[in-house]
C-alpha cells in the first residue's frame, strides 16, 4: 500500500508531472492487492490536493500581482460553466486535477465542495481501473 500512496502523493501535485494511472496498472500487474492498490492511491493523492489548494490559496496574493486577474480566474469560470462535472471530469479523466485544484485554491473555491468532487472523480477512475484490469488484463 506505502508504494500507491507514495507515488500518488508525488504524483498528485501539481509541479510533479507523473503517469499515475500507469502506476497503479504496474502495481496491480505485480500482484498488490486491489483494495491496498485503492485504498493507497486514494489517500496518496487527496493528500496531494490539500497540498495543493492550500499552495494555491497561500500564495494567491503574491500570484495576483504575477499574472492578470483574469488568467487566475480562467479555472474558476471553467467550473462556473461547467459546474461540479467539470471538477469530477478532471479527476476522473487523465487530465491536470491537481492543476486545477491548485488553480482553485488561488481562486478561493470552496474547500469541501471541491474534495468531495476530487474524491468522487478518483475514485470512479481507479474502481474502473481495477475493473479493466480484473476483466482484460489479469
Given at each position: 500500500m506505502h508504494r500507491f500512496f507514495d507515488a500518488?502523493?508525488?504524483?498528485g501535485l501539481?509541479?510533479?508531472?507523473?503517469?499515475d494511472e500507469i502506476i497503479f496498472y504496474y502495481g496491480l500487474s505485480k500482484g498488490h492487492s486491489y483494495l491496498f492498490a485503492f485504498v493507497g492511491a486514494i489517500l496518496g493523492y487527496m493528500i496531494a490536493q490539500v497540498i495543493?489548494?492550500?499552495?494555491?490559496?497561500?500564495i494567491s496574493p503574491l500570484v495576483m500581482h504575477v499574472i492578470s486577474k483574469r488568467k487566475?480566474?480562467?479555472a474558476r469560470r471553467f467550473v462556473n460553466k461547467y459546474g461540479t462535472l467539470g471538477i469530477f471530469l478532471f479527476n476522473f479523466l487523465p487530465f491536470p486535477g491537481?492543476?486545477?485544484t491548485?488553480?482553485?485554491?488561488i481562486a478561493k473555491y470552496n474547500f469541501i465542495r471541491l474534495f468531495v468532487l476530487?474524491?468522487?472523480g478518483i475514485a470512479f477512475k481507479y474502481l474502473a481501473a481495477i475493473?479493466?484490469?480484473?476483466v482484460f488484463l489479469a
Open positions: 500518488h502523493l508525488l504524483g501539481f509541479f510533479v508531472p507523473s503517469p495543493n489548494y492550500y499552495a494555491g490559496n497561500k487566475v480566474y480562467k491537481p492543476l486545477l491548485f488553480a482553485l485554491g476530487a474524491l468522487t475493473i479493466i484490469y480484473h
